[in-house]
């Protein structure tokens, strides 16, 4: 075996770089922390480009990295690369997974999850994992969403990164546009809207449309939605948070559909 | 109008000590933080005992506070209470909302959120917020829960903490025999449950019972429930995390309760 290799050595160095956003954009590459990630990112063929890990790891995660390009680090390189209070030992270097928005709404979806302007990395990570619990064969994050690889907003998809199509569409209208055009029904998830959630008619294919944490959807992307559908309240409180909000519509679309 | 107090003032330093959770408990004394949860805790009688505000706040939200006990003070006073990184100048020193669970549950609940060893401050706020918008009647914080007043639980709720009645109960068994000899079905929101969520008949009294974010339900606790319900997984996910899970199954409850 090998000398694992310490924090100041060069290819420790080059992966730390994708901490960064425009690193990360430029190569076209991201960690995935984790033995969960990385299972996850295994499952997906050529997306590992090299895994990092720690001879501790290596022992524990044997059958897991038993084909994987394993390179030995140390503790403190491997905690470098990691942006987890407490590594678990294991982080790879992933290539990007994100397909462009005419493949992913080409493939005839059932029933798609478009973010637009989601901002918050544990809110982004946790829309794709509740689309892929959902059954929702895509998720789509338009505008000015935060980063699908960010290490919190991978952390919050608990693996689903690695199950489902992604699209990274900086223009919301478009992905709108797009799904209409492929005979999907969008539906604009606001508080304000007219129709009830459970009134509305969801056996179709749907696109179901997320807007920001804090202001939600821009009036002019609800307008080119066909419907604004709300979930009800029925106490006091003024709002739902938005994952929980997108819970709760994917779940009402799974419902209807697979009825 | 009054000179400000500064940081080293007594009285801000008292309320100060609010940020631990010994303190809260032995005074039975919280802060809110932002003039939401202010308003929140003001149209609850008796609750504020004093509104820390700058004279900036003040100006701003001077129709809410205009019947307010407001105590002025300094930009870095008023930060020092704060557990924002951005203040919005008005914290309120509150009194303790819990009610006994007796009480919670003899006023005859249709639906209950029942939260055993909740650990996150900002899953339990998310699950009492979720629980107010889907008209919930009360929540209660069982076992090793966080601290309902806990800043960032506080935070999370958005001002339903002062919508809806809490209990704080150590025993999680005791909440379910509880609920269970007034006549509400406990259901057991298990990943692994035998029952789907959506063929469960949810049209009575039913109380949900939330388990850990790692963990989940331990089985002792989970056998005690009438029925283990599972939320159906369609994808690849492994389960949904916690406060989404209980937005799913909340608002099954409701739109079964009110049809």
């Known amino acids: 075996m090998s000398t694992p290799l310490t924090v100041g050595n060069g290819r420790v160095k080059e992966a730390r770089k994708l901490s960064?956003?425009?690193?990360?954009?430029?190569?076209?590459?991201f960690l995935a922390d984790g033995p969960?990630?990385?299972?996850?990112?295994?499952?997906?063929?050529?997306?590992?480009?090299?895994?990092?890990?720690?001879?501790?790891?290596?022992?524990q995660h044997a059958e897991l990295l038993a084909e994987a390009p394993v390179t030995l680090v140390d503790d403190r390189a491997l905690a470098s690369l990691s942006d987890s209070?407490?590594?678990?030992?294991?982080?790879?270097?992933?290539?990007?997974?994100?397909?462009p928005l005419e493949h992913v709404v080409r493939a005839s979806p059932?029933?798609?999850?478009?973010?637009?302007d989601v901002r918050d990395p544990g809110n982004a990570g946790t829309v794709i994992r509740t689309a892929d619990a959902a059954g929702a064969d895509a998720v789509v994050l338009a505008g000015q969403s935060v980063d699908a690889y960010n290490p919190k907003t991978v952390r919050a998809t608990v693996g689903s990164l690695f199950h489902l199509p992604l699209a990274i569409e900086p223009d919301p209208a478009a992905a709108v546009r797009e799904a209409q055009a492929r005979g999907l029904t969008v539906l604009a998830a606001d508080g304000a809207g007219e129709v009830d959630l459970f009134d509305a008619d969801l056996s179709g294919p749907t696109a179901w449309l997320f807007g920001n944490e804090a202001w939600g959807l821009p009036e002019d992307l609800a307008a080119l939605a066909d419907h604004r559908v709300a979930i009800p309240i029925h106490g006091r409180a003024e709002s739902l948070n938005l994952s929980t909000a997108a819970a709760v519509c994917l779940y009402a679309s799974a419902r209807?559909?697979?009825r």
Do not use: M, W
Request: glycine share 6%; with cysteine.
């Open 20 to 29: 960064r956003r425009s690193v990360r954009t430029e190569r076209r590459l």
């Open 110 to 116: 059932r029933l798609l999850a478009v973010c637009a």
């Open 85 to 99: 209070v407490s590594p678990a030992g294991v982080v790879a270097v992933c290539r990007h997974l994100d397909a």
């Open 36 to 59: 969960k990630a990385v299972e996850g990112a295994l499952s997906v063929a050529g997306c590992v480009v090299e895994v990092f890990a720690t001879p501790l790891a290596l022992e």
């Open 256 to 258: 209807a559909q697979r």
